[in-house]
């Protein structure tokens, strides 16, 4: 967090007109280089849009169980940080909520503090078994998955013609499917050359 606000103070620094977008999850804002960040960012007034993905779990542990601040964007409002919470399991609603947002940025006016509330549907890692949460807690979350809502939209409203996004579903796949190939063949070069 500390790193990203240098980044945006660099920009600054060099007379540059972009900003930084410094992205973390919820278990970050534990940490206390966060509010020394915010605080420098305040007051030099630095270019950085910091984002809180708050997908309700930081690993296994949620939210409410780590803090007496739950509504995670209030965290930038004691630095007199513009702050606010985002739906972001719409992607619409991302789109409209974040255009003020760069733009009080790119306009020279300082940081800005955005809660992105989302939701994770798998576990931290492979190990994570998700003990943690109810399955009604995971269908409730289902029911608002972002991915299915831009699908309907993108066919209901951008009147997309459905074989034009099974187009591009299948070269996404084509082009995760190479990556992985390509990263497993590095990986197999580099045990062999080793």
């Not at 939209?153 to 499917?177: H, L, N, S, T, W």
Request: with cysteine; hydrophobic share 35%.
């Amino acid at each position: 967090i500390p790193l990203e606000a240098g980044i945006g103070f660099a920009e600054k620094y060099k007379g540059k007109d972009t900003l930084c977008v410094c992205m973390m999850g919820d278990g970050a804002t534990r940490q206390g280089a966060l509010h020394e960040a915010f605080n420098l960012a305040m007051l030099w007034n630095i270019p950085t849009i910091f984002v809180i993905e708050n997908n309700n779990y930081a690993m296994g542990t949620s939210v409410e169980r780590t803090s007496n601040v739950t509504e995670l964007y209030k965290l930038g409002l004691s630095y007199d940080m513009p702050s606010k919470p985002i739906d972001a399991m719409d992607l619409m609603t991302v789109i409209e909520e974040m255009k003020p947002v760069v733009e009080h940025v790119r306009s020279g006016k300082g940081p800005y503090l955005v809660e992105m509330k989302t939701y994770r549907y798998k576990g931290h890692s492979m190990s994570d078994p998700m003990k943690y949460r109810t399955r009604e807690e995971l269908n409730k979350y289902r029911d608002r998955d972002p991915i299915a809502k831009l699908h309907l939209y993108m066919i209901e409203e951008a009147k997309v013609d459905k074989k034009k996004i099974d187009d591009i579903a299948d070269r996404i796949k084509e082009v995760v499917d190479k990556s992985v190939a390509f990263a497993e063949d590095q990986h197999q070069n580099i045990l062999v050359n080793n």
